[in-house]
């Protein structure tokens, strides 16, 4: 016991901040701590606003805490996200209610990323905004990796990479899965709102609260 305490010290004294780099299309570090905005670290100006999610104690500074009834954070034109040929999406989380469907963060008609039922884990992929099939006929694409234990009230990683063939999944640094995904998909659509909480402010409520969300465009 003494050895594991010891070990789980030495990695958490070892986290820090996302730090971005050319690859990152949206950084929210949520250390604000007060105020109604979300200031965007990745260099391209996507602040989001908002609704309902309150600043909380975060893992590496402050977070957003999301109540699981209609708390989100909103941003209105992510155009920063738009036809991306690859992805990796990730956060700190920190989960209360595990029951459903809870969506980390979604953009609509891009992509949307999610953790169910505390078992699985997944994300939603949309080819030009899902009104265009791929060469496979393909217009949209969940992708789930089930078989995880997700707990409550404990802050987990979660980062999901689609490199245009296949979908990745590490929970709390550890490859878990990988998966065929579709093939040869460009993310986004222009004037798609992107949210941290929820299903585009209407379903899917998140639980718990996030630190630290990035999304790469590799």
């Known amino acids: 016991a003494t050895v594991a305490c010891l070990t789980a010290a ?27 905005v979300v200031r965007d670290a990745s260099g391209h100006a996507q ?9 909380a104690k975060g893992l590496l500074g402050g977070g957003l805490w999301f109540d699981g009834r209609d708390d989100s954070a909103f941003l209105a034109q992510p155009d920063a996200l738009r036809a991306l ?34 078992a699985a884990m997944s994300i939603s992929l949309y080819n030009l905004g899902g009104g265009v099939p791929n060469a496979e006929g393909k217009p949209h694409q969940q992708v789930l990796a089930g078989g995880v234990s997700i707990r409550p009230e404990r802050w987990h990683h979660l980062a999901i990479t689609y490199d245009g063939t296949n979908v990745t ?10 998966k065929p995904g579709p093939k040869d ?24 609260t996030l630190d630290e969300v990035r999304v790469s465009d590799v």
């Open 10 to 36: 030495v990695a958490h004294a070892q986290l820090a901040p996302f730090v971005p780099d050319g690859h990152t299309v949206l950084l929210y570090h949520l250390d604000e701590g007060q105020g109604a």
């Open 169 to 178: 999944y590490f929970l709390d640094g550890v490859l878990r899965d990988r």
């Open 47 to 55: 602040e989001a606003v908002l609704q309902g999610a309150a600043w």
């Open 85 to 118: 040929k690859q992805i990796t999406v990730e956060c700190w989380f920190k989960p209360e209610q595990m029951s459903g469907r809870r969506f980390l963060i979604g953009h609509d008609v891009g992509f949307h990323f999610e953790v169910d039922d505390g």
């Open 185 to 208: 998909f460009a993310l986004g659509a222009k004037s798609r709102g992107l949210w941290l909480g929820c299903y585009v402010g209407m379903d899917y409520w998140y639980s718990g």
